[in-house]
């Protein structure tokens, strides 16, 4: 399975925002700088790489189905863009060592936007998880959106973190968000399934995200856990026990987010602060990259074994 927002050709969810972008683009209205936020898997980046391949297939053959939000897998653009090598396209994000999108990756960017492009079409700016620019990213960043750029379109991704208030105002803004029943709908859609074959009730009752949802099972299912027959207590005493947080990146931010539910939902945690402890533990780990193990144990020792 593979749920990298780049290779989903049909979108689920927030059609009718994809709609208005379109319209607002084909009135020569499509304002230069977007912001779309919200919670982390709901879909952010591929309704941003569905707007993309509308504009950039236009005038190519296999061009975006619009009546059914559609990229058509044959598009030059689409297969471009798959490749790593579309000239009117640039994705910035996290490199994989990093915690920070840093100064050099905007300088960069920059100085690439600033060479003539290769042909007529726009050029879209993709940069994920703005949160994660650094001040001196930020400032970069800010000064040179503060410049005309003609043809140049800006896509921003933010998941529900603080946000500058500077860098928000430039831009047109969309809060993008599913409810419960529309983020099992689309996780069933893309694991063609039942949900309730995978998981159990226990863990499916706390909202999570398609992109959540998806990473579990996926990780699980090549581990062979059955996720099926356990509660939440269950599935965080396995994943202290397994260690399961060492193993994928992917998932440290899920696990984190069950171990809030989890508290939440023990109300006489919350009333002797144990909650406010330990999520600034976790803020702390994912700020300092202080050593989770340490966490884990204390997590256990204190809450799930009493």
Do not use: W
Not at 174 to 197: G, R, W, Y
Not at 274 to 292: A, L, M, P, Q, T
Request: with cysteine; hydrophobic share 35%; charged share 25%.
């Amino acid at each position: 399975m593979n749920l990298k927002p780049s290779n989903q050709t049909q979108l689920y969810g927030f059609s009718k925002t994809l709609k208005e972008l379109f319209s607002l683009y084909n009135l020569k209205k499509l304002p230069s700088k977007i912001l779309f936020s919200g919670q982390k898997g709901i879909g952010k980046s591929t309704l941003a790489y569905h707007l993309v391949n509308y504009v950039l297939s236009l005038n190519e053959d296999n061009p975006y189905d619009s009546k059914n939000y559609l990229i058509n897998s044959n598009n030059k653009s689409f297969i471009l863009i798959q490749n790593e090598t579309n000239p009117n396209f640039t994705l910035i994000d996290i490199k994989p060592e990093k915690k920070n999108i840093d100064i050099n990756q905007i300088r960069d960017l920059i100085n690439k936007i600033q060479k003539s492009s290769f042909n007529n079409k726009p050029r879209f700016i993709l940069i994920d998880n703005i949160e994660c620019l650094n001040l001196n990213s930020i400032n970069a960043l800010l000064k040179f959106l503060e410049e005309p750029s003609e043809n140049i379109y800006f896509i921003l991704i933010h998941n529900n973190s603080k946000i500058l208030p500077t860098l928000k105002s430039r831009c047109l803004n969309f809060k993008l968000f599913l409810t419960n029943n529309e983020s099992f709908d689309i996780t069933e859609k893309l694991l063609n399934t039942n949900i309730e074959n995978k998981l159990n009730l226990d863990l499916i009752n706390y909202y999570f995200t398609p992109g959540n949802i998806f990473k579990l099972v996926d990780f699980f299912e090549k581990t062979n856990f059955e996720l099926k027959n356990l509660k939440l207590k269950e599935f965080l005493e396995l994943v202290i026990k397994e260690k399961i947080y060492k193993k994928n990146d992917n998932l440290r931010s899920i696990i984190y987010e069950f171990v809030e539910f989890y508290l939440i939902s023990n109300f006489i945690l919350v009333k002797d602060n144990y909650y406010n402890y330990f999520v600034n533990r976790i803020e702390n780990i994912k700020k300092f990259n202080i050593d989770e193990e340490s966490f884990f144990i204390e997590f256990k020792s204190k809450i799930l074994n009493e």
